[in-house]
């Protein structure tokens, strides 16, 4: 697994608000803007993104796509507020009811049901009725999906392929699905590659792994292994979940939204890398069945420190690690594994400009995070090591 949590972990930070949606937007692994519900969450608390977003009503789901930040709201009368980001203004979409839930792909507004006027829209040049309702709407391995409010996932034909469903959260290839009593991951052909007999509300994805909420539990799911993991209890029951690296230092917090406000969880696993640069700016980041993480250029800016990029070449028994130091000056070079643990660690002296350190362990298969630290510089990159 790409990101070690452990089982030991302290609250780091709270705040007096339970948002029903989570959005931790990245433009790079080290910048990013936390949206919670209608604003932007700052150490001093909630900065709402426009004034047309406070009015009398509730935000059910916040979702972004491209340059646009979608706001499904409570009101039957402005249904949806749609955020320009490039603009910095809102946008109140021209239309009257209730809607759940939005799919970028398919540009589908879902309306969990035919009432008072009420109807799902195809959302293109202009607004065209189409004739499904239910809780949750997504698009996975070129088909459209969505849970009708009898729990039945079923696709855009109507034909249903599963039922007591809850919940379904696509990850590139695996498709996560919350049942009433159980967990499944089916794969592109809408096959169970992986399943827990346990009933879960509330996920987000990562690298190889799924968060997952049950009450006040959070656990991770290794698809690889099919592991469960107990990480950590929260103050209540779990809304929302969204995993971010909060203070910049290259380690995986958890925001947590429950129903009596968010708090933020954290860990001493250092991690990150350019492999989770290129998922969260090239592959839209991590999505999150409250919110979503995506990589679009919409933040504040975070204090980077002066990183450098590392390079890496397979030796028969580890890597050759090059990289352009800013000084001269000592340099430690460690290896840490999925679990968290140091399993390699020598320091060098580098020289200003190309730099080259060999790394040789015996290492086991598994994903590992080198980590140099400069006197004023650092780098990380998270490498799979297959063995030879």
């Known amino acids: 697994m790409l990101f070690a949590f452990l089982a030991i972990w302290s609250v780091q930070k709270e705040w007096e608000i339970g948002p029903s949606s989570i959005n931790v937007i990245y ?12 604003g932007v969450l700052t150490d001093t608390g909630l900065v709402l993104l426009s004034g047309d977003l406070d009015g009398d ?11 646009s930040i979608f706001f499904l709201t409570s009101s039957m009368e402005t249904p949806v507020i749609i955020y320009l980001r490039r603009e910095s203004t809102a946008v109140k979409l021209p239309v009257r009811g209730a809607f759940v839930d939005y799919d970028p792909s398919a540009r589908i507004f879902l309306s969990p049901m035919s009432l008072l006027g009420s109807h799902s829209y195809v959302f293109s040049d202009s607004l065209q009725p189409v004739d499904i309702y239910g809780i949750r709407i997504a698009t996975f391995s070129d088909s459209v999906l969505y849970v ?35 967990a499944l991951i089916l794969d592109e052909d809408f096959r169970v590659k992986k399943s827990i007999p346990r009933t879960f509300e509330g996920a987000s994805g990562f690298i190889g ?18 592991t469960l993991e107990t990480l950590f209890q929260a103050e209540d029951s779990i809304v929302c979940l969204s995993p971010v690296d909060y203070d910049g230092d290259g380690v995986m917090e958890v925001l947590v939204s429950t129903v009596s406000g968010l708090y933020l969880y954290s860990n001493p696993m250092a991690s990150a890398g350019e ?9 839209y980041g991590y999505p999150s069945t409250c919110g979503g993480l ?7 800016r975070m204090e980077r420190g002066n990183m450098v990029r590392l390079h890496t070449r397979y030796l028969p028994d580890g890597w050759e690690v090059s ?21 390699f660690s020598k320091e060098i002296m580098a020289r200003r400009g190309e730099s080259i350190v060999e790394i040789r362990n015996g290492f086991k298969p598994g994903t590992y995070t080198i980590v140099l ?10 490498v799979i090591w297959k063995g030879r």
């Open 275 to 283: 492999r989770m640069e290129k998922v969260m700016v090239e592959g």
């Open 148 to 182: 009708d409010r009898y729990g039945n996932l079923r696709f855009l034909s109507g034909r249903v392929l599963l039922g007591g469903v809850k919940n379904i959260l696509p990850y590139g290839e695996n498709l996560l699905v919350l049942a009433s009593g159980s």
């Open 27 to 38: 433009e790079t692994p080290y910048s990013y803007t936390i949206l919670v519900d209608g």
């Open 294 to 300: 995506y990589g679009i250029r919409f933040m504040r």
């Open 323 to 343: 990289f352009r130091a800013p000084e001269d000056g000592r340099v430690k070079v460690k290896v840490i594994n999925s679990r968290g643990i140091t399993v």
């Open 373 to 382: 630290e400069g006197e004023t510089f650092r780098g990380r990159r998270t």
């Open 209 to 226: 792994a799924f968060l997952l909420a049950s009450g006040a539990g959070v656990y991770l799911w290794e698809l690889d292994s099919g």
């Open 57 to 67: 009503f509730s935000i059910r789901r916040v979702l972004v796509s491209g340059d």
